[in-house]
């Protein structure tokens, strides 16, 4: 079974567009070496990132998400296992904060930030509508490419 979880989390500093790229080569890199796959967006000091895999390499993954210094994670959502994964080749594909707007991604950002608090859907109403949204992400930008 394959373990998700999604974020949104806000910087403590500025982030140069230098240290995004570190972010994303790293997160590439070990992404690939521990069979992880999702995505990553950036926009105003707010990252939103969704990662899948399995179990163990997503905990510690998540754990070191946590105690990252560049950012605080304000809002997270485990999903129950999946039995496929939704990005199946991104190690870690950086979506520009433009192309997802034309995908909708202001409902993706609404669900995450506000529905959690309050509680305008139960919780498995919100992770049938964030599935809906990865699936669209991920078709999308299939096209794209
Ligand atoms: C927004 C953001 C996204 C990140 N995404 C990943 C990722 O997908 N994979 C990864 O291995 N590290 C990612 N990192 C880096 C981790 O937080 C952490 O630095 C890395 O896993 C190494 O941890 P360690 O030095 O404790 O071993 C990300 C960091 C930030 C700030």
């Not at 998540?62 to 080749?89: A, C, Q, W």
């Not at 997802?100 to 409902?107: A, K, N, S, V, W």
């Not at 949204?133 to 299939?142: G, H, V």
Request: hydrophobic share 35%; glycine share 2%.
């Amino acid at each position: 079974m394959i373990s998700s979880y999604i974020y949104s989390s806000q910087t403590n500093d500025e982030i140069e567009t230098e240290s995004l790229r570190d972010i994303q080569t790293i997160a590439k890199r070990e992404n690939l070496a521990h069979s992880i796959t999702g995505y990553l967006t950036y926009k105003k000091e707010t990252f939103i990132q969704y990662i899948e895999g399995p179990e163990k390499e997503i905990e510690q993954l998540i754990k070191n998400l946590h105690n990252d210094k560049r950012h605080t994670i304000l809002k997270s959502i485990h999903f129950p296992p999946k039995t496929e994964r939704v990005f199946k080749d991104w190690s870690m594909r950086y979506i520009e904060y433009g192309e997802l707007i034309e995908i909708g991604f202001h409902e993706l950002l609404e669900t995450v930030f506000f529905t959690v608090d309050n509680k305008i859907f139960e919780e498995d109403r919100v992770i049938e509508k964030l599935n809906q949204m990865l699936e669209k992400i991920a078709t999308t930008q299939k096209n794209i490419k």
